[in-house]
C-alpha cells in the first residue's frame, strides 16, 4: 500500500517533471517508445490532426520491456496503425534503450534516409516530456524541439509503487545528467527535489542511478 504521504510527495515529483508546449508544424513526430502505448495513441492523434507528415517510433527494449518478445518500436507501430495511421507514414528505429539513445539513434536514422528535420514534436508520456526536451536540445541541438503528450493525471496509472519509483529516477536524472553533459541544465524545484529524496529513503530507489546527489 503506497500511504497518503508518499503519495502527496509523488505528486510534486510527477507535476514538475510535466513540461509539454503549444504545437506547430513540424517535420516530424518523434514518439518515445515505452511501456505505455497510451503514447502511440496520442502520436496517432497529432498525426491525423496534421502537425507532421512522418513519425518516428523509437525503441528497443528497455527496464519496463526488456521481457516483451517485440521491440517498444514495433508494438507502438502496431498501435498507431490500428488508430489509422499509414505504414507509410512511419519509421521505425527499434536499437534505443534510453532516452539518449531515442534521440541519437533517430537522428542516425533520419539522416540516413535523406529526411532534413527542423522542428520536431517528442511525444511522450507527460511526466517524460521535461527530461525529453532536456535530452534532445543536448543531442539534438540543430532542432527546435516541442512536445506533448497524453493527458494523464497521476490517477490514471494502474502500478502506483511503478510509477513512484519511475518518478524518483527521472528526477534524478534530471540532474545527474545535466552533470555528466547528457542533457540541458533545467531548473528543478526545490520541493520537487525535497519530495524526490524523502521518496527515495522511502524505498522507492530501484530506479536509481547510485545515492541521490545533493544539488
Known amino acids: 500500500m503506497i500511504d497518503e504521504r508518499a503519495r502527496r510527495l509523488a505528486r510534486i515529483v510527477h507535476d514538475h517533471l510535466i513540461l509539454t508546449t503549444p504545437l506547430a508544424p513540424s517535420d516530424c513526430l518523434l514518439v518515445l ?15 491525423h490532426e496534421g502537425w507532421a507528415p512522418r513519425v518516428v517510433l523509437s ?19 502496431r498501435v498507431a496503425v490500428a488508430h489509422g495511421v499509414p505504414e507509410d507514414a512511419l519509421l521505425l528505429e527499434e536499437t534505443a534503450s534510453n532516452t539518449g ?26 511526466y517524460m516530456t521535461r527530461r525529453g526536451l532536456a535530452t534532445a536540445r543536448r543531442q539534438w541541438p540543430e532542432v527546435e524541439w516541442l512536445s506533448a503528450a497524453p493527458d494523464l493525471a497521476y490517477e490514471a496509472y494502474d502500478d502506483e509503487r511503478q ?45 536509481v ?3 541521490l546527489k545533493g544539488r
Not at 497510451?38 to 496517432?44: G, L, N, P, S, Y
Not at 542533457?183 to 527535489?193: L, R, Y
Request: glycine share 10%; with cysteine; charged share 25%.
Open 101 to 126: 539513445e531515442n534521440i541519437t539513434a533517430s537522428r542516425a536514422l533520419l539522416a540516413d534516409r535523406g529526411i532534413a528535420v527542423r522542428r520536431g514534436i517528442l511525444v511522450t508520456k507527460p
Open 209 to 211: 542511478i547510485s545515492d
Open 163 to 207: 510509477l513512484i519509483e519511475l518518478l524518483v529516477g527521472d528526477l534524478q536524472r534530471m540532474v545527474v545528467y545535466a552533470e555528466r553533459g547528457f542533457q540541458v541544465p533545467m531548473p528543478v524545484e526545490e520541493s520537487a527535489w525535497a519530495a524526490c529524496e524523502e521518496l527515495a529513503g522511502m524505498g522507492f530507489d530501484r530506479h
Open 33 to 47: 517508445g515505452s511501456h505505455d502505448t497510451r503514447v502511440a495513441e496520442h502520436a496517432a492523434r497529432l498525426w
Open 59 to 77: 525503441g528497443g527494449r528497455g527496464k519496463i520491456t526488456s521481457a516483451w518478445s517485440e521491440t517498444e518500436a514495433a508494438v507502438f507501430a
